[in-house]
């Protein structure tokens, strides 16, 4: 959108540039969901620790992912409007996609995600529980990284007057949905508490291999996501 300064009247643009991350809210009702079903499916037969990269003792995969999908479908939806403002180009045809993971993640003290990427199309991270030891933590921290219980995006090369990571300290309630390629690192705290997350991965499409092997339980099809446009 061209803007037009006040003492000139000069006409600018800015372009958009970089991936498209979004941080948007959920309700209390997902997150209580989250945090019932979450502790529902930590046991051993959803352990989910050898799947990702992050240091952490307890992750675990939800159990039934049909009770999840119809709050799933609403962020997504809403994402695919932030999507088409920053492209500036609407969709030739409505975007289908897939919810093909997600888990819970408790996090306590020294435990970290190093840089690292995510499979499919599209990730998504969201905050249930934020200790207040943490927030005290990080409001104390003086340093130029994320700072402790930090998440950092990072994208891109240049030299200091380029943006090449976004860095955010999360409150309860908070999803960031972003490109699955994007990397990201979760920085660790010292307090002595846990908190909690939950990850996801939205792909466009699965193997049948993959169809086989899991069953066709763990794959939904949601009514609203983020789509390639047609060149």
């Known amino acids: 959108m061209t803007e037009k300064t006040k003492s000139t009247g000069l006409r600018y643009q800015l372009l958009s540039w970089g991936p498209c991350v979004a941080k948007l809210k959920i309700t209390d009702e997902f997150k209580n969901l989250l ?4 502790e529902a499916s930590s046991t051993k037969e959803y352990d989910y620790q050898t799947r990702l990269a992050g240091i952490l003792q307890k992750e675990f995969r939800f159990r039934d992912y049909n009770v999840l999908l119809p709050y799933v479908d609403e962020f997504l939806k809403l994402y695919t409007t932030i999507f088409e403002k920053w492209k500036g180009v609407p969709f030739k045809k409505p975007p289908s996609y897939l919810l093909r993971a997600m888990w819970i993640n408790y ?16 990730s998504f991270v969201i905050y249930l529980k934020v200790p207040e030891e943490i927030k005290k933590e990080f ?9 402790p219980g930090g998440i950092q995006f990072v994208y891109g ?18 999803i960031f949905i972003f490109p699955a390629w994007l990397k990201h690192w979760v920085a660790p705290f010292k307090a002595d508490v846990e908190r909690i997350s939950v990850s996801g991965n939205i792909s466009s499409q699965v193997p049948l291999s993959s169809l086989k092997k899991v ?6 099809p949601l009514k609203n996501a983020i789509g390639d446009y047609d060149s």
């Open 35 to 38: 945090l019932k079903e979450g």
């Open 107 to 122: 996090q306590r003290k020294n435990e970290f995600n190093p840089p690292h990427d995510h499979a499919d199309d599209l």
């Open 139 to 147: 409001k104390e921290y003086r340093g130029r990284s994320c700072g």
């Open 157 to 174: 090369d240049g030299n200091r007057q380029a943006i090449t990571y976004q860095s955010h300290f999360p409150e309860e309630n908070d």
């Open 215 to 220: 069953g066709e339980n763990q794959w939904q």
